[in-house]
């Protein structure tokens, strides 16, 4: 797997303080408990320097763009890259040092389809199982558990190959969760599926959660991580710029709304202009969509509307949107979590 | 240790499931050396039906003899039919013969001419395939001649003694004396096999040990493949050393190339009658010819970014491998040293000693050699090794 590059520098100049938000785990309940991870690849510093708590039954999202540093924080937590600095413990074990016991703790489900695409279902499941030491009977057993829990039991002797996108995927999640780890970690497990696998892996994820396993879990689908998490880390530039509920994250935006614009014309000249409006906080744009953050934006539209026009666009479409994670990172990075610049 | 093992045992089998279910992978292993080695058996191990044959001269002695029937060989009416191909010694006449570059050949043992002037005697070696007759029946009247020549000499003395051209009172006792040695040279025939057996013989192991290199160089491809797929990063996050993961990859490609063998072994000698000899020797040789070609192989992969480029340069490298060390057919006698120093020559020579009847001392040297030239290998691939398991 390769690892995510993060330009390194300063924040933007329109980069509000760094927001903390309550840290919801601590002492012995912790299963996974990562203090100043960094690692850099020669003059890149991908991950500078972030830690990452999770207890138990908690599922914890890891938001960032592409190139943020989420992947490389993931590989240093699941023993995959050794940290230029920094520990990681999971259920009590440290990574460096205990290297078995922490990673038999961790359910690691890559973004990539990480199964053999030539093994049925079972035989895939058989194998990863014995990798973490399961054998005859209980080994059959939780195979025959984990095919129950993402539907495939009917098709678990069809070779893999023969599957769908969304098949695939249920049954790369599956092999994570063999042999009963207290940590799993999903890497954008929802990538390229249809909305029926979608819903099923967000409701195994979920039910997971329920039973007391700890979640850590990335996404580029800020919904999914609405929906799923507890709690939400902000990675950008390879640091963790904003952590905390839902609730003590969107209080960091105060009074603003976002206001999605789409527009026939240069987007960028749009968000430029737009930030000239009284009460717009930040401004990103990609392709023809313009994303604001607006201090009551109801009563900005006439002005942003007039302000498209000057700017020698067209307005396509307007949406007053509810504050949500979307408008958080844009209040703290000063760009669309989509936007891969 | 115990479960490092475990874990590799684990992923040898899964690979080797995947490896068995794989067309191309069974293409490489079994399909594509069996039909080459029919082919190719086939088509330069005949019968020998026509008037023109090659000869193989070994003149380990450098003598007079030699000298002789290098004359005889190159004059008169045999120039038109026969092609003399002169080799090292009598390992490369049999060579010859096994590999269907010669259908008889004509040894002179070093020290022949030294023992014949000293009248001790000595023995003229004809090695003939028994499936070209014709050119073993030449060969024979050929090394025939020249005993004929040195008996005539012997006769000489007697015939000197008897018209007196001795001195008086000297010719009785030459005489009793020439009459009292042996002839001074004997002929010593000895059948090679060749036609389509030999060439089975050869072509078998030729074609197995050609093959073994892209069986085994799949191994270190497979591990890129699994990083670009993303299952080398779920193996790395397993609880089980690094190591483990290239032990059972090698492990995997290493049975493959047993199998491989064995099966070209077992259809080459039931379907054609290769003699390939000595079992433990064959497998010796296996394993000698496997270990370098998985630690050239693994070389390779180090120095590699991609699948693509690992797979070109593997290709380059052993089709050079190949034709260096004899796969394709024996290289003419002055390339020979340039073969040895191939794991292919290396691997060809104790299969063409053990097939003509050498014992388990005729593969000791290719062995260590394969194995130094893996040791070789190993060494230059170590300090980049851990890359090729890196998710």
């Not at chain 2, 006792?173 to 009292?180: L, N």
């Not at chain 2, 290396?346 to 097939?355: I, K, S």
């Not at chain 2, 394969?370 to 190993?378: E, G």
Request: hydrophobic fraction near 50%; charged fraction near 20%; proline fraction near 5%.
């Amino acid at each position: 797997m390769s690892a995510s590059s993060a330009p390194a520098g300063p924040p933007g100049p329109s980069r509000p303080a760094r927001a903390r938000g309550t840290q919801a785990t601590t002492g012995p309940e912790v299963v996974l408990e990562a203090a100043g991870l960094r690692r850099a690849f020669g003059d890149l510093t991908a991950v500078d320097g972030v830690d990452v708590r999770i207890a138990p039954g908690e599922a914890y999202g890891l938001l960032g763009p592409n190139g943020a540093g989420k992947t490389t924080t993931i590989s240093m937590l699941c023993g995959l890259l050794e940290p230029d600095d920094g520990a990681v413990r999971v259920a009590g074990h440290d990574l460096a040092r205990e290297p078995a016991a922490a990673k038999s703790a961790i359910g690691y489900v890559p973004q990539e389809i990480a199964l053999y695409p030539d093994l049925t279902a079972r035989e895939n499941l058989a194998f990863f199982g014995r990798l973490y030491g399961l054998r005859g009977r209980a080994l059959a057993g939780r195979i025959d558990a984990v095919l129950d829990i993402i539907g495939l039991a009917p098709r678990a002797d069809d070779r893999v190959g023969t599957y769908s996108g969304g098949m695939k995927r249920r049954v790369n999640i599956g092999a994570g969760l063999l042999h009963e780890p207290r940590l799993v970690v999903l890497d954008e497990p929802t990538v390229g599926v249809d909305p029926q696998s979608r819903h099923a892996i967000l409701e195994s994820v979920a039910a997971l959660s329920a039973e007391g396993t700890a979640i850590l879990y990335t996404s580029h689908y800020m919904e999914e991580v609405e929906r799923l998490c507890d709690r939400v880390g902000i990675i950008d530039h390879g640091r963790m710029i904003a952590e905390g509920t839902r609730r003590e994250l969107l209080a960091e935006l105060g009074e603003a709304d976002r206001l999605d614009l789409v527009v026939d014309g240069d987007a960028g000249d749009v968000a430029e202009a737009c930030r000239g409006i009284a009460g717009v906080v930040d401004a990103a744009a990609a392709d023809r969509e313009v994303t604001l953050l607006v201090r009551h934006g109801r009563a900005r539209l006439a002005e942003v509307v007039a302000t498209v026009a000057s700017a020698g666009a067209t307005l396509t479409s307007v949406e007053l949107v509810e504050p949500d994670l979307e408008a958080v990172f844009l209040a703290l990075t000063g760009r669309a979590l989509r936007d891969d610049g | 240790m115990a479960e490092g093992l475990r874990a590799a045992a684990t992923i040898a089998r899964r690979d080797l499931r995947s490896r068995l279910r794989d067309r191309s992978a069974l293409v490489t292993a079994f399909a594509a050396p069996l039909v080459l080695a029919v082919i190719l058996s086939v088509a330069l191990g005949g019968p020998d039906e026509g008037f023109e044959t090659t000869i193989a001269l070994a003149d380990e002695d450098g003598g007079s003899l030699g000298e002789g029937l290098r004359e005889a060989l190159a004059g008169g009416e045999l120039a038109e039919i026969v092609d003399v191909v002169e080799v090292a010694d009598a390992g490369a006449a049999r060579r010859a013969l096994a590999d269907g570059s010669a259908l008889a050949a004509l040894v002179v043992p070093e020290g022949l001419s030294e023992s014949l002037a000293s009248e001790a005697g000595g023995d003229l070696l004809v090695l003939r395939d028994p499936d070209a007759g014709l050119s073993g029946d030449l060969a024979t009247a050929i090394a025939q001649g020249a005993a004929n020549e040195i008996e005539r000499g012997r006769l000489a003395v007697e015939l000197a003694v008897a018209a007196g051209a001795l001195p008086p009172g000297q010719g009785e006792g030459v005489a009793a004396a020439a009459r009292a040695r042996p002839a001074a040279l004997a002929l010593v025939d000895d059948d090679v096999e060749g036609g389509l057996s030999g060439a089975a013989s050869y072509f078998g192991p030729a074609m197995a040990v050609f093959f073994v290199f892209f069986v085994v160089g799949a191994g270190p491809q497979s591990l890129l493949r699994q990083r670009r797929e993303g299952s080398l990063a779920r193996l790395a996050a397993a609880p089980i050393p690094r190591g483990a993961i290239a032990l059972g990859t090698a492990a995997s490609v290493g049975a493959l190339a047993f199998l491989s063998i064995a099966t070209l072994w077992l259809v080459m000698s039931l379907g054609f009658g290769a003699r390939w000899g000595e079992p433990l020797g064959v497998l010796a040789l296996a394993a000698g010819v496997t270990a370098a070609a998985m630690a050239l192989t693994t070389f390779v992969a180090t120095l590699a970014r991609t699948e693509e480029q690992v797979s070109g340069w593997t290709s380059i490298i052993v089709f050079t491998l190949a034709l260096l060390g004899g796969s394709f057919g024996a290289l003419p006698p002055a390339l020979e040293p340039l073969s040895l120093a191939t794991p292919n020559g290396l691997a060809l020579r104790g299969f063409v000693d053990l097939a003509a009847g050498g014992g388990l001392e005729v593969v000791v040297v290719p062995v260590a050699g394969n194995l130094a030239f893996a040791a070789a290998a190993a060494a230059l691939a170590a300090p980049r090794l851990h890359r090729l398991v890196a998710p």
